[in-house]
């Protein structure tokens, strides 16, 4: 895709355009708006406690802000009420009275998002599903389950622990699983096992008028289908702005027989993906192989009390028998010397394996711990595996320039990078220079054929972007679709597509 030809000018100015029609709007009706909500939402309050109780009703300005904020660095933005409603009917009955007096709905699980995509650009209501919690229809003979929104990939593994079962999709945080469904989360597993959007089987949805709609069909749970549309991945990644997932039925997959890990350093970016790209050509089924800067490796040996050599790193995962993972190891091994990669240090154990691949999951932390006192951003794109290395050492190039603070941490075995931006939010200049950077980096990965955001979404930050990425067509396409479900524009707006499209 090439950012800088008449395709990039006419997708930002269909962008802009449409921004400023909105602005424009809003600053005009603005105050009638809010007025008119206002009474609104007095005339709701009686409605959403009837459904849910007292107790499930609340306008404390701390519940509130609690509700109106995510792990992003976007202001929070509370809603008007946070309701908190047991059960798929009672979400109904509640949507049922949004859509009667339009009033805005953000769907809430456990706020671990990274876009803003909790936000309430409009006031509103936030539908908070933590007391919808239960673990439903195990079938081990399947390999699937469904889980209602309360319920965590942690949660969900601790449950199936007995069973030789487990949910591989791992984003690092312990997020509900209808939330992941809703972002398209994925992680460190997902170069073997995938993404949400592969392991969903079926979604049960309320949409904004009220209906509960099942996407493959209430009670279908078939490993593969050719029946009609694809509702499932429609609703995959949807963030909320086509309507609520209140269950969803997941694939589940054998725990390995024999796990190992193990870490293995590099003189340069191109070495590490090089070998990244010759271990999945050669088919080893590797289980998780992530990339650590040389930034990010000191972060994490300070973080975590590790001792690895502060240069390029590749953590590996391998899972199978034990007569498989020892072809799987000496295929990689003889393929990472070949690019002058240090001697393996294994991690064997479940204990010394669970501190490793702790280390990574605290690479948030261990990056902000390089700068106490200031905040992490985290900002993530994707690109064609061959392309890694070039954006990687372009990235790390303009952080110097810019002179900023940002480690990089990735699942190099699908092209997805992390920046961890470190950053003054006291510094009006070094935000503006964080802004700048991640703008560039965006379009840097466009321009490479890649996506502006691999796993986080596009919530609030990346809305221009994705107009740049889709182009005109691709963006009135996906409002037709927001339009036909959502044509009041009450489910969660304001994210994925530019405020005001409706």
């Not at 312990?174 to 597993?189: H, I, K, P």
């Not at 949805?205 to 029946?227: E, F, N, Q």
């Not at 609520?244 to 003189?267: D, N, Q």
Request: net charge negative.
């Amino acid at each position: 895709m090439v950012i800088d030809g008449s395709t990039a000018n006419s997708s930002f100015y269909f962008c802009k355009t449409r921004l400023a029609h909105s602005l424009i709007g809003f600053q005009a009706d603005g105050r009638i708006w809010l007025k008119q909500q206002g009474a609104a939402l007095d005339g709701a309050l009686s409605a959403f406690r009837s459904i849910c109780g007292d107790e499930g009703v609340s306008l404390g300005e701390a519940v509130r802000e609690q509700h109106g904020r995510d792990e992003s660095v976007h202001r929070c933005r509370p809603p008007d009420v946070v309701v908190f409603p047991r059960c798929v009917e009672e979400v109904s009955a509640l949507a049922k009275v949004c859509n009667k007096h339009n009033l805005p709905i953000i769907p809430f699980g456990t706020g671990t998002g990274l876009e803003g995509g909790v936000g309430a650009l409009r006031g509103g209501v936030c539908f908070s599903l933590r007391n919808i919690d239960q673990i439903l229809d195990l079938h081990p003979e399947d390999f699937d389950v469904t889980v209602e929104p309360a319920v965590t990939r942690k949660t969900l593994n601790a449950y199936l622990r007995d069973t030789g079962l487990w949910f591989p999709v791992d984003p690092g945080a312990d997020a509900s699983l209808c939330g992941m469904a809703a972002t398209s989360a994925s992680g460190t597993n997902a170069v073997r096992y995938g993404t949400m959007r592969e392991n969903v089987i079926n979604l049960e949805v309320v949409l904004a008028d009220g209906t509960v709609v099942h996407t493959a069909g209430k009670g279908r749970r078939p490993r593969k289908t050719s029946a009609g549309y694809n509702l499932t991945n429609l609703f995959v990644g949807s963030e909320g702005t086509l309507g609520i997932i209140t269950k969803t039925t997941l694939r589940l997959y054998g725990i390995p027989e024999a796990t190992v890990s193990a870490v293995c350093s590099f003189s340069s970016v191109q070495a590490a993906v090089d070998s990244t790209v010759q271990i999945l050509q050669a088919g080893v089924p590797i289980a998780r192989i992530e990339f650590l800067d040389d930034v990010m490796v000191d972060a994490c040996n300070r973080f975590s009390s590790l001792s690895y050599p502060v240069m390029p790193t590749l953590f590996l995962e391998f899972h199978g028998s034990e007569r498989s993972l020892e072809e799987q190891v000496n295929i990689t091994e003889e393929i990472t010397q070949s690019n002058e990669g240090s001697d393996f240090q294994w991690a064997r154990d479940a204990e010394t394996r669970s501190r490793l691949w702790r280390a990574r999951h605290d690479a948030w932390y261990a990056a902000q711990a390089l700068r106490p006192g200031c905040k992490a951003y985290s900002t993530d794109v994707c690109v064609p595996l061959s392309r890694l290395p070039q954006i990687i050492v372009e990235t790390k190039e303009d952080l110097m320039e810019s002179r900023l603070t940002g480690p990089i941490a990735g699942h190099v075995g699908d092209g997805n990078f992390h920046c961890l931006m470190v950053v003054d939010p006291s510094d009006p200049d070094e935000l503006h220079r964080v802004h700048l950077f991640t703008e560039r980096l965006a379009r840097r990965a466009l321009a490479m054929d890649g996506t502006c955001t691999g796993e986080h979404g596009v919530g609030l930050g990346k809305r221009r972007l994705l107009c740049e990425e889709l182009g005109p067509s691709g963006i009135q396409a996906m409002q037709k679709l927001k339009n036909a479900l959502d044509p009041k524009n009450l489910m969660n707006p304001g994210k994925i597509l530019l405020q005001g499209e409706s």
